[in-house]
């Protein structure tokens, strides 16, 4: 049973950074494609970011590009949303997911079989 466990949420300030982590377990971390999605309150689930199963071939949706990364250690079973010059506007629960049925990158969530419990990230002004 895939299970993931994202860390490294918390409260901080206009213009820091964050890494977020994502634990895999339960499989063979380097068949899944990851993605990175958040929600916040009252907003539908936006995507961030998704790399296929070795971290080489990204794709960023538009409130991520030139501030977040995505990562994939396939040796640490974990994978890493690192974000940048945060605003207040990126204050949300963010999600892992993964996937392992097609090595192409997306951005539709219904393509992702297993999801987190996310981490909150919230960011004062």
């Known amino acids: 049973q895939v299970q993931l466990a994202e860390s490294g949420g918390g409260l901080v300030q206009a213009g820091d950074s964050l890494t977020l982590s994502c634990a895999f377990s339960g499989g063979s971390f380097p068949k899944y494609r990851l993605a990175w999605f958040r929600q916040a309150a009252g907003k539908e689930r936006e995507f961030l970011a998704s790399?296929?199963?070795?971290?080489?071939?990204?794709l960023y949706g538009d409130s991520a590009k030139g501030r977040f990364t995505i990562s994939k250690d396939n040796a640490r079973n974990t994978g890493y949303l690192h974000l940048n010059s945060l605003k207040p506007e990126d204050t949300a629960i963010y999600y892992c997911a993964v996937d392992d049925s097609n090595f192409l990158v997306s951005r539709r969530d219904s393509e992702y079989m297993y999801w987190g419990q996310g981490t909150q990230v919230a960011v004062s002004s």
């Open positions: 790399c296929n199963w070795s971290g080489t071939t990204m």
